[in-house]
Structures are given as C-alpha cells and as structure tokens.
C-alpha cells in the first residue's frame, strides 16, 4: 500500500505520538490543537497499512457521529488521497474499504446494548477512538468499550491501539481529569498534551487566532482553560464581574437586529424576572432592561394572571421604544403555569427550554462573556442582573467535589440569562 508524508499534514508536537509504542494515547490540550485530525489521520494511514484493521470511533451521543468523527475521518482520507478506495455508508455509519471489506465504525455509547450486539463483518478491530472523551459519563463507560473490543487476541502479538481526545474541564474533581493524573503512572498510557500554539503549520485561519487573542485579553483564566487547556479550576464566583461590560447608550456603530426575552418564573417565595436582550449587527449582546418582580414579604402576593400582564406591559415597553422584531421569548420548561396563562391571555407562546447541567448552562454564559462582547445599560432596573451575577458563588462545601453546586439564593437573573445562552445559542454561535 502506498505511503504518505505525514509530516505536511502532522504538526511536529505529535511526532511522539505518531512513533509511540504504547497501546492507550491520551491526547488532551486546548481547543483548536489539531489533536483529532491527527487521530483522524493517523487512523487512516494504520488502517491502510493493514489488510484485516477495522477501526471502531465512539463519541457518547450516537445522534453526533454523524457530523463529528465520521466526516473527521471522512476529511482524513480525502486528506490523504485516498477516497477511491472506499464506500461511505450512512445507515449503519460505516466507511468500508472497498477491496477489503474492512472498515470505520463508529458507534455512540450511549447504548451500551447496541454496541455489545455489533458485528465487524471482516478481520478484526485494531483501533478504538474515544473521541470528546470529557462527554462520557466516567470510567464505566470506558470499561464497558474495552470489554467489547479491546480484551480479544490479535495476531502476531499485535495489540489493540486506543486513543483518547479531549478538552479538560476547568474542575479538578471532575472523573477525567483525576482519571489522567492517575494514568501518568501507568506503563500502558501515553499522554500528549498540546495547544493552538504548537500549530507551526499554520493550519489555523487567522480569524480563528484573532479570535484567541480576544479571549486572552478579555479574561485570562478562560483562555488558560480553553486554548491553553490547563485545569484553572472554579474559583468561588461563578462569573468574573469585569467581563461585563456597562454601556451608558447604545453603541453608535452598530444596530440592534432584534431582541429576545427570557424568563424565569417564581412563585410563593421566590421572584420572577425577565431580561430584555438587544443582539446587534457586529454580534454583541446588550442588556437593554430587566424586569423583576419578587413576593418576598408581600401579604398578597401577585396572581399569575397578573404577573403575565405585567410581563407584558414590560415587553411592550421595550419593543415599542427599539422598535425591532422580538427573536425568541424563552421561558424555562418546567414552568406551566405562566406560560398557559400568557398564552390564554395574549395567545403568545413562550419557548419553553429544556435546562441541561447547571454547570453547563453556566459554561456557555462563561462562553459569551469571554468573548467579550457582553453589555448592559446602567440603568435602575439592571442593577439587579449585575449585582446577582456578582454574588453568584459555589457553595465552599462543594467545590472540592466532582459537581460542585451554587448558592441558590437571589438568583433570578442568572437563571434568565442561562435560558437566554441556551435558546439563543445558535444566533450567538455559542457551543
Ligand atoms: N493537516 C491539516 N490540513 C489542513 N487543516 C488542518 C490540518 N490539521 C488540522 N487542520 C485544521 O485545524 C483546525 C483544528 O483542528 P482540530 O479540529 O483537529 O483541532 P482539535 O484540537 O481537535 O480541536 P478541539 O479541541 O476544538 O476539538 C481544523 O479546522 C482543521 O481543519
Ligand atoms: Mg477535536
């Protein structure tokens, strides 16, 4: 079989892990590091290399193979000139080599009974990628593979090759990062750590480096974690105040395109608000208002149906004096009741979000604050938003813990503003 010149398509950081001998490679790092187009180019020239390889990818979410790993080694072997030689199935995902009838399966693991049921139609799995490995729910997940593909014979003394990818989470409890401190120790694990810096073929685009270079000015510790892939750990605050931006008008270079809403519900004791978010032309979010109601130490408190039209008056206001299209108005989904009331009263649906992970949801607030192109107007009824985004901290007890939890006091406006990130993450660009 023909041989490539892996040194043009592979920065030179990896050359150790393109020559290493060991059966587990780790390769870990910050964002945008070329680490899984170096797996996925690795994999190909190995596969090729062998009559009988079979190549088995795994993400945790099955639904992702599709647009991830499978297009990731799809890229490879057009990459390396070789697309002729294979099919590309979609049902199964499956590219197979045309005159060996070996292949590339990828599978979620998402079902574990799925994925002991598969079959290898011809030889046997050489290769197993664990790609986004930080996604999987801890080492069960992992052992559950090994037992299915890796703990079998092979011949001629070969062993199986497992390589792992991922960004670490900043938390140093979270299972992944306390799983490779362990494997520092072992013989069987090769571990590989790289950034966007060891990029020396300049495969990045310069927007994407721009892009960098905003992250670091506007808040160090993210880009340390992020680009650097470095463990910065949580700190006490959820949020670094300085990367919210007060703005005393609206920027005179730039246009508002539309506005969208969310809304966190409250009921005996605990308030409701709602944030009315500018999303501009150049790609900022302005906070324009913020609407906050709380029961607490009312003798009557607020029916639902008449919150819904205070709610309203409060977005009618807004719209009325911006005068653009309302985006999206997101309301989170286990509130029914405030929902069915606004829709009875003004047949509007609000969109109801599905919340993920506190932590999560909190990451991609962390996301477009670092970015740097979060503001809001200093105005009276913002300086809620501000203050309960300053106070917002991890319970001390917990942060020492795998997930850590925060303090669920005053703490309305950051729960509209994660709902906000979520339902407006595609406009935002925020993953
Ligand atoms: N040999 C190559 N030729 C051309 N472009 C490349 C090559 N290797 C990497 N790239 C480009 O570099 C970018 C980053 O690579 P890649 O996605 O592999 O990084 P990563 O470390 O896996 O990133 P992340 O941490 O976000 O998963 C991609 O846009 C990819 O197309
Ligand atoms: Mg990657």
Request: one cysteine or more; aromatic letters at 14%; charged letters at 25%.
């Amino acid at each position: 079989m023909s041989k490539f010149n892996l040194a043009k398509l592979v920065n030179p950081t990896f050359d150790s892990v393109l020559f290493s001998e060991k059966s587990h490679l780790i390769l870990k790092g910050g964002r945008g590091s070329t680490k899984s187009s170096v797996i996925s180019i690795k994999l190909v020239n190995d596969f090729l290399n062998d009559k009988l390889s079979n190549v088995v990818v795994l993400r945790k979410v099955g639904k992702y193979l599709r647009t991830s790993v499978y297009e990731q080694i799809k890229w490879a072997i057009y990459e390396m000139k070789v697309a002729n030689q294979f099919t590309f199935g979609s049902s199964p995902l499956k590219i197979t080599h045309k005159k060996t009838g070996t292949a590339f399966y990828f599978y979620g693991v998402d079902d574990p009974m799925k994925l002991k049921s598969q079959k290898i139609a011809k030889g046997y799995v050489t290769h197993v990628w664990f790609e986004e490995l930080t996604e999987f729910a801890g080492r069960e997940d992992i052992d559950v593979v090994e037992d299915t593909f890796i703990r079998q014979e092979l011949p001629g003394n070969k062993q199986v090759k497992v390589y792992f990818s991922y960004n670490p989470p900043r938390n140093p409890y979270e299972w992944i990062n306390e799983w490779v401190e362990e494997k520092i120790l072992d013989p069987a694990y090769f571990i590989h750590h790289s950034t966007y810096l060891d990029d020396k073929l300049g495969f990045l685009s310069k927007q994407m480096k721009a892009k960098i270079e905003r992250y670091k000015e506007n808040d160090i510790d993210y880009y340390n974690w992020m680009y650097l892939g470095e463990v910065v750990g949580l700190g006490t605050n959820v949020y670094n105040i300085n990367t919210f931006k007060r703005l005393d008008g609206l920027p005179t270079d730039d246009k508002i395109y539309g506005i969208s809403f969310a809304l966190d519900t409250g009921h005996q004791q605990s308030a409701t608000a709602c944030g009315a978010y500018a999303i501009t032309v150049k790609g900022k979010v302005i906070l324009l208002d913020t609407f906050y109601y709380s029961p607490v130490g009312k003798s009557v408190k607020k029916a639902p149906s008449e919150l819904t039209v205070m709610i309203h008056e409060f977005i009618e206001a807004v719209i009325d004096k911006y005068k653009v299209p309302v985006l999206r108005r997101t309301i989170d989904s286990a509130e029914g009741a405030l929902r069915n009331q606004y829709y009875h009263d003004y047949s509007i649906r609000w969109n109801p979000v599905a919340k993920k992970k506190n932590q999560t949801m909190i990451d991609m607030v962390v996301s477009l604050l670092a970015s740097g192109r979060f503001y809001y107007l200093d105005n009276e009824n913002n300086k809620i938003f501000v203050h309960e985004h300053k106070i917002y901290r991890y319970d001390e007890d917990t942060l020492n813990t795998p997930e850590p939890k925060v303090i669920k006091e005053d703490d309305h406006c950051c729960d509209f503003m994660k709902y906000f990130c979520l339902d407006n993450s595609k406009i935002l660009g925020l993953s």
